[in-house]
């Protein structure tokens, strides 16, 4: 697909198999996994990986983007994806999802690109409901969610591990009723 998205800063676009060594790079920092599992993954996981993200692109026109500074260097990931996770209960929304290299957390990347994705997908594939999932103890993420839209609606298992589910409702009154 070659849709690319531009900000002031960043470059988004599908991902490609261009972007493996950068993604594996980052997929195999324990920095990085620290609140996603807490494992880095091998090489071998990040070629699958990659070759999902590849691939949920080609069966539904959208999904994880690679994210880069306008200067080429990798900075992440960040999408729109359905994943149909081993939940109980299972998400009935499809999942934001974002990560960021060490080199890019703290200066408003995944805020910037989060924005970016969620208009595009809106534009193209009209509003929805959108889940994200969180390990509790990671404030940043739960504050970037909060400052889109997301609103906790509940604590569930993922391979073993407790996650915060939260939701953005695709019409603003229903996140009121959400919270109340």
Request: proline share 5%; glycine share 4%; no cysteine.
């Given at each position: 697909?070659?849709?690319e998205l531009r900000t002031d800063r960043l470059i988004?676009?599908?991902y490609a198999i261009t972007d493996y060594d950068d993604s594996a790079a980052m997929w195999g920092d324990a920095e990085v996994v620290r609140y996603i599992g807490n494992v880095p993954a091998t090489r071998e996981q990040s070629w699958y990986r990659t070759l999902r993200y590849l691939g949920h692109w080609a069966a539904f026109g959208f999904g994880m983007w690679a994210i880069r500074d306008r200067d080429?260097?990798?900075v992440g990931d960040v999408g729109i994806t359905d994943f149909k996770r081993d939940l109980d209960p299972p998400l009935t929304a499809l999942e934001a999802g974002w990560v960021l290299a060490p080199h890019a957390q703290g200066r408003g990347y995944a805020t910037?690109?989060?924005a970016t994705a969620i208009a595009w997908f809106e534009r193209t594939q009209g509003a929805q409901?959108?889940?994200c999932m969180i390990d509790p103890p990671n404030a940043p993420s739960r504050r970037l969610a909060a400052k889109h839209g997301f609103v906790e609606q509940r604590r569930a298992h993922y391979h073993g591990?407790?996650?915060?589910?939260?939701n953005r409702p695709s019409r603003p009154d229903q996140a009121s009723r959400a919270s109340s």
């Open positions: 697909m070659s849709v988004l676009r599908p080429g260097a990798f910037e690109a989060l409901d959108i889940a591990d407790e996650v915060i589910i939260f």
